[in-house]
């Protein structure tokens, strides 16, 4: 790709998300989900309430809106250091704020991804600015999310995995923050520096966020929090196997399934022997399928494996181009399609993600293995 055309798709990519923002600017003064749960949160620590009170009466007088949804913060009390500094200005300040960081989260990791691939900076820049109009990021972008900031985290742990180095610090803080993350290193359990600098991380941001908000939320958390996770189980949206086994048989085949898949996670793994890119890829993919609340705004942590497992893929080959065009078109283009009469349908077609997630889990780390063993004979 010639610079030109790298340009040209960059300002077209870039105005259409500018365009995207001038449509959403409206959330940032009659609050949508979720910002509020992030905003409220620290200020409700700041004021010494639990950063898990409900905020439906605050946002009532402070904003005269109200959200019929969850009014409460839904994640690990160390998300709370990350908004800590919002006690200091204004919700709509905070909002642009988050929307930056956002972005700038995105397009850093398509740029340390590409880079590290070595691939041209034209491709790179083109990727960057595009990965902005993915349907995941799109999503984040309307509820305010701080996905990107894990995207971001993964992609650098494994570009320190590539050099030899340790991912653990990396990858530690995004288990701290949303405790999936934790699932990257099982595939690196032969590398025990990753695992024991994993861990350190983990534990050092768990207890910063103890000392400065108090150890009590901690215990809010796992007995009142987590439980009420349940009942998104079967939201539409939500791409985890727990989900897939929630809507066909109930909660116990969820479990089943999801039990299934963290076999089928250590198979994977086992299977991929030393390989860091493979691992990376099937690591990433396994946690949104096995964490109990996968939603669409968290396919823009994929992107990065995904492009790690396309520089892998031979697109003159049809038995390749077809499982690799419906994993992309999956995790980048989709959104829940629940429009048919049928309910098996509607399962089929609204977990189409879940499908393209598979296949990023076991087709494409086994692929690039095949292919490494090709290219090392």
Known sequence: MNARRAGLIAVVSL??????LIGMAHTATSPAPDFPNYYYSAIAEAEGESVYSDFTDR?????????????????????????????????????WILIAVSGIAMTATVWATGVELGMGRPWVISLAAA??????FRFMTLRNHFEAVLALLAALGWVRLRRRGSPGAYWGIAAGLKLFPALWTV?????????????AAFVAIVGLTAVMIGPQDFSVYVREVIPRASQWFQATGNYSLMSVGTLIGG????????????????????????DHDALYVAGVAWSLLLS?????????????????????????KRNELYPAAFMLVGLLAMRPIVSFESTWINIVLSRIPTMSLLVLAIWAPGLMVKRAKALGA
């Open 292 to 316: 109990p609340l996968s939603w669409l705004n968290y396919l823009v942590i994929v992107i990065s494996p995904l492009m790690v497992a396309a520089r892998n893929i031979n697109w003159s």
């Open 131 to 136: 990965s902005l109009l993915t349907t995941g």
């Open 59 to 95: 946002l009532e007088a402070d904003r005269s809106a109200s959200i019929p949804n969850i009014n409460y913060l839904a994640d690990p009390p160390p998300v709370v250091l990350l908004f800590y500094p919002v006690r200091w200005i204004s919700y709509e300040l905070a909002f």
């Open 15 to 20: 105005g259409l998300y500018g365009l995207y």
């Open 251 to 274: 909660t116990p085949l969820g479990w089943g399934l999801t039990g299934v898949g963290f076999l089928g996670f250590g198979w994977t793994a086992y299977r991929l022997g030393n």
């Open 187 to 199: 595939g690196l359990v032969r590398n025990r520096r990753a695992v024991v600098d994993g861990l």
